[in-house]
């Protein structure tokens, strides 16, 4: 029960906390910079406010309203999940925060899509953003744009003229441009997979083999 406790307790302190950064610095970013706008901290980090319709990192795959749609229903089974996970308290501390890490960062990005569209006028190279009056924004309900805001051209570069099909072209490394969300998603996910991917298909197949002894 102590355990259970914990964990629970843990898991909606990470989801609170990570929902509450990553919406405080887009909507400091969104009202306070012009779309496009970057402001230099490092040669290998800058703060370049931009939007996308797509999924984490700018990628742009299927329409609007299913790319919505499926964060919303993914985030209830994950949500779901975690529930069970926690309620069991038959998995480790650290395998809870990865699944709050990537609950709190879809449900960010969730955010922006279900409701920016609706509080917030638009950006533009020469508009910075305002607080409308609800259902007066850029758009519709579910139809938002992703605020991004985190740029690391670690590596910027070109490549050798002598190099075949991409000589003297630019290059790039790390040219995604991501949010807050993102990060907590990325982070979760990594760190799921490094550290508990063997658990987990241990933890699956004890179950599994638990089910089928008592049936």
Not at 85 to 96: A, D, H, L, P, Q
Request: hydrophobic share 50%; aromatic share 18%.
């Amino acid at each position: 029960m102590k355990r259970l406790l914990t964990q629970g307790r843990l898991s909606v302190a990470i989801i609170i906390l990570v929902l509450l950064i990553d919406q405080i610095i887009k909507v400091a970013v969104k009202t306070s910079m012009y779309f496009h706008e970057s402001i230099r901290v490092a040669d290998w980090f800058y703060i370049y406010f931009t939007e996308n319709n797509g999924m984490a990192f700018g990628m742009e795959i299927f329409g609007k309203l299913f790319l919505t749609t499926f964060r919303i229903v993914a985030v209830c089974v994950i949500a779901y999940y975690l529930y069970k996970v926690v309620r069991k308290g038959t998995m480790k501390t650290g395998f809870v925060v990865c699944l709050s890490l990537i609950l709190a960062g879809a449900a960010g990005n969730i955010i922006d899509c279900v409701f920016y569209g609706l509080i917030f006028s638009e950006s533009t190279p020469f508009q910075v953003a305002t607080f409308v009056p609800w259902g007066e924004g850029y758009t519709s309900l579910f139809h938002g744009r992703v605020v991004d805001m985190f740029y690391f051209p670690i590596i910027d570069t070109y490549w050798p003229d002598w190099l075949p099909w991409v000589g003297g072209d630019r290059f790039i490394f790390f040219s995604p441009i991501f949010n807050f969300a993102d990060a907590a998603i990325s982070c979760g996910i990594i760190a799921l997979l490094l550290f508990y991917g063997n658990y987990l298909n241990q933890h699956t197949s004890h179950s599994t083999k638990k089910n089928e002894d008592v049936a």
